[in-house]
């Protein structure tokens, strides 16, 4: 068969450590989620300094294929390998909602759950699940995912930044809206910025070897997992031989009205008392680079679909 020459894109950003974020939390709806997409950036950004806390949606007990094994019992399991894996990529901050794995739906109890979560950790980066289904890899669209990504999308905007959305958390918990500056988006239609994870591919693998109910601790997968980042950082313009996950930002304090005058402030965050100011330049700047890499991903076409990965395990 001949062998069609792959296109050269080079369409992402490459993350910088020195991009001012403090605090990251990610949000995924089954154990090993999380490690199977981002824990290479993770770990990376760990190792940068900045804190990361994990909300992890499900517990994962409709996982594995051992019917002897009782789903409660699954359940705990999962909870401890979760905690195993994080604790490999320096994160000690999981949280786990316990909601059924299976059966998740984008519910306003569940965008209540994150939403605490959120304004507690009160991070600048909110990293999820793509709410978009991708139908060339359906596997990465398990409809748990979706809806995990759907509510944390939610939670991020508007639910967390309003004083008035799910008030009982300020007026029973006492915990003041936050507005989070960004979303990254796992497995999304259109990443555009790569995380280099040629350093912290090993403690990927280890996190990953963590899940042993879900079959992960193989060299078959291991070398599937390079693979997947081999292939990302190629499609996200990268040198030839480097590792990477990649993302799809969503500037989510820059939903700006008025872009007159040097500086604005986003007409949501009225009254909140974290406001956030945006430099207009900023955002041209930002949305200006977003349209580029938009026609460009639109040239390079499929080759843009990033194999990130995702659990073929999943139920
Ligand atoms: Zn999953």
Not at 78 to 86: G, L, P, V, W
Not at 249 to 255: W, Y
């Amino acid at each position: 068969m001949a062998t069609v020459p792959r296109r050269e894109c080079s369409l992402s950003t490459i993350w910088s450590p020195d991009d001012g974020v403090e605090r990251v939390l990610f949000v995924t709806a089954h154990p090993d989620d999380v490690d199977f997409g981002s824990a290479g950036t993770v770990a990376a950004f760990t190792r940068s300094g900045l804190e990361v806390a994990y909300c992890i949606v499900t517990d994962g007990d409709a996982g594995g294929s051992d019917r002897s094994v009782s789903r409660s019992e699954m359940a705990a399991i999962r909870r401890q390998e979760q905690n195993d894996a994080a604790s490999e990529v320096g994160v000690m901050d999981v949280t786990f909602l316990g909601y059924p794995d299976g059966k998740l739906q984008p519910t306003f109890e569940l965008r209540r759950d994150i939403t605490r979560v959120i304004r507690s950790f009160r991070p600048q980066r909110v990293v999820t699940q793509s709410p978009e289904r991708v139908w060339d890899r359906i596997i990465a669209s398990h409809p748990d995912h979706l809806a995990a990504g759907e509510a944390a999308t939610c939670a991020v905007y508007p639910d967390a930044r309003n004083p008035f959305s799910h008030p009982e958390l300020l007026d029973e918990e006492g915990l003041e809206p936050h507005t989070v500056e960004e979303l990254w988006l796992m497995v999304a239609p259109e990443a555009d910025i790569a995380v280099d994870i040629a350093d912290t591919f090993e403690q990927k693998i280890k996190a990953l070897r963590c899940h042993k109910s879900q079959g992960t601790n193989n060299d078959a997968l291991a070398d599937r997992i390079r693979e997947w980042a081999t292939e990302t950082a190629r499609n996200s313009g990268m040198p030839e031989g480097s590792l990477a996950e990649s993302f799809r930002v969503v500037h989510t304090a820059g939903d700006v009205r008025r872009l007159a005058g040097e500086q604005v402030v986003d007409e949501n965050l009225v009254g909140v008392k974290d406001v956030v100011v945006v430099d207009v330049a900023d955002v041209a700047h930002r949305r200006a680079n977003d349209l580029r890499t938009r026609r460009a991903r639109q040239d390079c076409g499929r080759h843009s679909q990033q194999p990130q990965g995702h659990s073929q395990f999943d139920r």
